[in-house]
């Protein structure tokens, strides 16, 4: 299993980005994906989840900002990342559970003017 994220950078708030994992490795169209985040001093959370039908749900605190997405035949799972905040600031993992939970290398994204 691989999972290679991109796409993090540093951003002032109020900006966008947008975060894209490459699976490969596993049954893509199928598998339910997920971003989890982990900022400085704390624990990982997860932020966003994608079923294989498309059903996304969000933690509270990116609801009505962040939106996930993923394309099967590119195999890749989208954050795009709206109104930013410097409490949304961490390394951000895409993952996928097989038995158990399989992570990528993670991409950074700082919020800071």
């Known amino acids: 299993v691989q999972l290679q994220a991109s796409g993090g950078g540093l951003v002032q708030p109020g900006g966008s980005l947008r975060l894209s994992c490459k699976a490969s490795?596993?049954?893509?169209?199928?598998?339910?994906m997920d971003w989890y985040r982990q900022a400085p001093g704390k624990q990982r959370e997860l932020v966003a989840s994608?079923?294989?039908?498309?059903?996304?749900n969000y933690v509270d605190s990116v609801k009505g900002r962040f939106t996930i997405s993923r394309d099967n035949v590119r195999r890749t799972v989208n954050l795009q990342m709206n109104s930013l905040k410097s409490e949304d600031t961490a390394v951000y993992y895409c993952s996928v559970t097989l038995g158990r939970l399989f992570w990528g290398q993670g991409t950074l994204v700082t919020v800071s003017s």
């Open positions: 490795g596993i049954n893509f169209s199928i598998n339910t």
């Open positions: 994608i079923s294989s039908g498309g059903k996304a």
